[in-house]
């Protein structure tokens, strides 16, 4: 073998083994940021000090070095905050231990207890303390603990003092604790330690009780509130840990087991799994019954998908083995073809752990590569088919920008069109490395060309609509403008001028014509003024509902007389959106348009007002595309 032939296969040799070795830490950094609780410090050290050693060495790898460098930047800010929180939870420390020294020298000992206690779980708590600033905090506690051993012996010498204290404490409670969990407990621990001072024969009187007792029941009366919101959220659970239960139980009797959607079903029990995790406690007489049902029908499905695993894992094992007799093939060039229809088969029906899932796909690309890195020859031809696909979608890029220039069809047509030059786009294989971003580049600039187009046309489109559609009402207008006695209208010539208008979708038409025939229909019923003037109330209700929701959509004020029906507005979508219901649906801006213009008649002395608010809202909308 030639010198220059022998470098060029060391050289190989080299970017493969880099390659595995990035693939391998960028494997293993996903790993640990997927990971939701505190970061390994220890193992984030081991991961940079393996990326420092590889960007030393040399060779050209297909691993995005990109993800690689945004991965260790969010696992050094994910370290930093780690290291900050724990610098805060000591300083907590710190000052729960003046905290305690201050309430022994004040002789405050239930202020001392408490404050031992959150500084004991406090230093359990606290992860990847030093072992100096541990035994610092060790240290200051032991020294004050005999303290407050002595503190305690004192105790019954103040009894009575400690009850007339414990009771302004709890009259006082609201005004030092918000939290009602906290003062629900409080007053709970209070009750208990008078019962114990009563047991143990320390004084006492009925007097004090009487005071203790309603002090008790006075600060505890707002904690009632939040036991029945906890209540009703417990109910809550139960109800969306029963709807999960059901919802698994109607698609695993409704799914084809002949011929399953395996990701689908993969899906939907993560998700599902997901959710139930997330749900809050459900009711106690709910617990058992319901986890047992949910574990029911979790391994209904557990057995098919782990069948269809491992069926699905022996398959691409076998695949795998057919790609290494490859090899061993003397064509290259007939290898890298059955190559590519191998590859074709390799599908994921349902997959398993992500280390597993790492592992095989490893062995599969390793496999590939052998094949692709045989010969120079194999390669060769590897990066022609790459040029090729590269050179393809430069020419798609240009014939799409021709057609752009001279497009002259609909925009439904166009919107086809734009499928079949993106599934054409996506039907080509890979790209060169080094043209990667220029052909995404390009084909961004064509994107952004014929997305522009469309977006013209349909918005042309559409305001031919809304022009036919303000012609259809302000015919509807004149109409009830008779009804209401505004003004006379030739009704025949309405009716001509309303068949001679170019029809709207059907949904909107039929709408419209309703407006305008029970206008007719009213006018010729002679339909009494009380039972008109009633209808023109309700409807400018509801106008000004949908004035309302296209408003807000658009941040633009409304009058001040609406303010409160706007703020429910608000209340009602927050609500929604937080997923605890909503009493009405949530338009986009063009429905509410066609519902503006659907409405029949509304009082004169409103008109106006109305128009004004619509078409400050409906010039928005135009100058906003």
Known sequence: MEPEELLEETEVSQTITTEYAAKSLLADLKGVLANPKEIDEHKAKQLRKAWDELQSQKGDTNVDVSALESGFEKLRLRTHKQVEKRNESYAELENLLQALSESIANKELQEAQVAEKKIINGLNKIRGLSSQRRQKVIGTLEALQPKIKKLSSWRHWGTEQAREKIIQEIQQIHEKEKSLEKVAQFIKQAREEWKQWDNSGEGGNKTLYKQFDAACTKAYEPCKALFEQQRKQREASSRHRKQVCELLETEYEKTDWRNPDWKKLQTLMREQS???????????????????RFEAVSQRFDGPLDRERKRNLKQREDIIESVLKLVEMEDSRKAISELQTIKKQWVVSVSGMRKKEQAIWNKFTKACDAVYEKSRESKKAHDQELEQYFAARMAL??????????????ADSLSKQIAKWRTQWSDFGRVPKTKIKQSEKRWKDVSNQ?????????????????????????????????????????????KQK?????????????????????????????????????????????????????????????????SKQRMALQINRLSAALGKGGDDAILDNQQLVYEIHSLGPIKVERQSEATNRFQSCYKLMQSAV
């Open 274 to 292: 997901s959710r139930w995790r997330k749900l809050g406690p459900a009711e106690f007489r709910d617990r058992k019954p319901l986890q047992k």
């Open 450 to 494: 014929f997305k522009s187009l469309l977006s013209s046309m349909q918005r042309e489109n559409q305001n031919k609509a809304d022009e036919r559609l303000f012609a259809f009402a302000n015919l509807c207008l004149e109409v009830e403008k008779e009804l209401i006695g505004a003004q006379s209208v030739n009704l025949e010539q309405v």
């Open 397 to 410: 890029c240009d014939q799409i920008e021709a057609e752009l220039k001279t497009y002259t069809l609909d």
């Open 498 to 562: 309303w068949d001679a208008l170019e029809a709207l979708p059907s949904v909107v038409m039929t709408k419209l014509n309703s407006r305008f025939q029970q206008a007719l229909k009213a006018i010729e019923s002679e339909t009494p003024a009380e039972k008109i003037a009633q209808l023109a109330e309700r409807n400018f209700e509801i106008l000004n509902q949908y004035l309302l929701q296209l408003e807000l959509n658009l941040g633009i004020d409304s009058p001040d007389e609406f």
